[in-house]
């Protein structure tokens, strides 16, 4: 695969990308993660890069070495809402409670829809109706006291 995405020194982004899906709809994901490495390693500024070698780690079941990626992803884009998801994803997996509400929060906040993945997600469901989670969840924490609403409308 070597030849297909690297030329004279230089990494075809283009084929390497192409490359690197195929072998994950393939299910082959440590040769794809392997083709993801030589992306971030002639580009280690993209953060797409790290993100897709996340994604094919994470696949492959290499926990580490995908939260790794993501967390380069985050460094060179703070704002990716799907790092911060699968962050969270594989801290749960991990058992890091704190971890995993940690980035889901921040995933909600930068992109709403994800909220709605705590019904699918097999590692995150758990987590659905965790207090600590619940408190953190945007318009989504319980009023502490059951009849403030009654007072602030009756009174």
Not at 14 to 40: H, N, P, S, V
Request: charge should be negative; proline fraction near 8%.
């Amino acid at each position: 695969m070597r030849p297909l995405v690297q030329r004279k020194d230089a990494v075809d982004p283009e084929a390497a990308a192409l490359a690197a899906a195929c072998l994950g709809t393939d299910g082959k994901y440590l040769e794809a993660a392997r083709i993801d490495q030589i992306m971030c390693d002639a580009n280690p500024s993209n953060p797409q890069g790290w993100n897709s070698l996340g994604f094919d780690l994470l696949n492959a079941g290499d926990l580490e070495g995908a939260a790794a990626a993501y967390l380069r992803a985050l460094e060179l884009e703070p704002g990716r809402a799907s790092a911060h998801y699968n962050l969270a994803r594989i801290a749960a997996r991990m058992r890091d409670k704190p971890k995993a509400i940690e980035h889901f929060v921040k995933a909600v906040e930068l992109q709403a829809d994800y909220l709605d993945r705590l019904d699918e997600d097999p590692d995150l469901r758990p987590l659905k109706d965790d207090p600590d989670l619940q408190d953190r969840l945007p318009g989504q924490a319980p009023n502490a006291d059951p009849y403030a609403e009654y007072y602030a409308t009756e009174s």
